[in-house]
């Protein structure tokens, strides 16, 4: 147990890198799932690089009419580099090994509507476009469903969508339970730069995204948890 909470802790959350502080976009959204869920998650932004992360903790939770609802979360990032047109996804495998992978952008085919509104003071325009739900990317998922914003010139948003002319404050599903609504925009100097990480075991998008059907060997899997053990208590040694 305390080898995977420090393999997880250091590697999946600690991919940041103290470079030269500059400003960083900080996006907070409000997450409403089924059975009455809702958790924060953040997106951060900072010249043409994303990063979203996914941190929900298990609950068990129960409605009004006595339901019981269990929520089993993967805690995941996805990064999105504009620049070279690729994304990184990385979560823990097993809750143990961090796995990462990188693939080509995917191209939105977005049908963007007149219809408008407002959120958090910004005049939002709606778009769709086909789902891909990475957590559940073996399932139909229908359509997305976005509100975006053009006041903020960032293509960006929650889960990985992006390629709108302005950044993304609210998603749904039409066959999904997930919402994402937007809480909080600040722009902040405190914040360590976007690195986009090359930490963890690399696997396929398959093995990434279809884990069931396209199975990591345990071979290699306990070989790299191996090895980063002792390369971390070589160095904590050094460190001393």
Same mark, same amino acid.
């Not at 147990?1 to 802790?9: A, D, N, P, R």
């Not at 992978?101 to 007149?114: A, E, G, H, M, V």
């Not at 739900?133 to 139909?140: G, I, P, V």
């Not at 191996?226 to 070589?234: A, T």
């Given at each position: 147990?305390?080898?995977?909470?420090?393999?997880?802790?250091v590697l999946l959350l600690g991919t940041l890198s103290l470079k030269a502080q500059k400003?960083?976009?900080?996006?907070?959204?409000?997450?409403?799932?089924?059975?009455?869920?809702?958790?924060?998650?953040?997106?951060?932004?900072?010249?043409?690089?994303?990063?979203?992360?996914?941190?929900?903790?298990?609950?068990?939770?129960?409605?009004?009419?006595?339901?019981?609802?269990?929520?089993?979360?993967?805690?995941?990032?996805?990064y999105t580099d504009l620049a070279t047109g690729k994304m990184v996804y990385q979560k823990?495998?097993?809750?143990?090994?961090? $796995?990462?992978?990188?693939?080509?952008?995917?191209? *939105?085919?977005?049908?963007?509507?007149? !219809?408008? @509104?407002? %959120?958090?003071? #910004?005049?939002?325009?709606?778009?769709?476009?086909?789902?891909?739900?990475?957590?559940?990317?073996?399932?139909?998922?229908?359509?997305?469903?976005?509100?975006?914003?053009?006041?903020?010139?960032?293509?960006?948003?929650?889960?990985?969508?992006?390629?709108?002319?302005?950044?993304?404050?609210?998603?749904?599903?039409?066959?999904?339970?997930?919402?994402?609504?937007?809480?909080?925009?600040?722009t902040r100097t405190d914040q360590q730069s976007i690195a986009i990480p090359t930490d963890? $075991?690399?696997?396929?998008?398959?093995?990434?995204? *279809?884990?069931?059907?396209?199975?990591? !060997?345990? @071979?290699? %899997?306990?070989? #790299?948890?191996?090895?980063?053990?002792?390369?971390?208590?070589?160095?904590?040694?050094?460190?001393?």
């Open positions: 147990m305390k080898f995977s909470l420090l393999l997880g802790s400003s960083v976009t900080v996006v907070t959204y409000s997450l409403f799932s089924y059975g009455g869920h809702k958790s924060e998650q953040v997106l951060k932004l900072q010249e043409g690089r994303s990063h979203f992360s996914i941190r929900k903790k298990d609950e068990e939770l129960q409605n009004a009419e006595g339901m019981t609802f269990y929520h089993y979360f993967t805690h995941r990032d996805i823990l495998y097993e809750g143990v090994t961090p $796995l990462i992978s990188t693939w080509p952008l995917q191209k *939105f085919d977005w049908k963007i509507s007149s !219809e408008t @509104k407002e %959120l958090l003071g #910004y005049k939002v325009q709606k778009a769709t476009t086909k789902a891909y739900y990475f957590e559940y990317a073996d399932q139909s998922q229908g359509e997305v469903i976005v509100w975006f914003t053009s006041d903020i010139p960032f293509p960006s948003g929650p889960d990985g969508y992006y390629g709108l002319p302005g950044l993304i404050l609210e998603l749904s599903y039409t066959q999904g339970t997930d919402r994402f609504v937007v809480k909080s925009v600040d963890g $075991l690399a696997v396929s998008k398959e093995q990434m995204v *279809f884990p069931r059907d396209y199975p990591i !060997e345990k @071979k290699k %899997l306990s070989e #790299y948890n191996k090895k980063w053990l002792k390369e971390h208590q070589k160095k904590s040694k050094e460190d001393k």
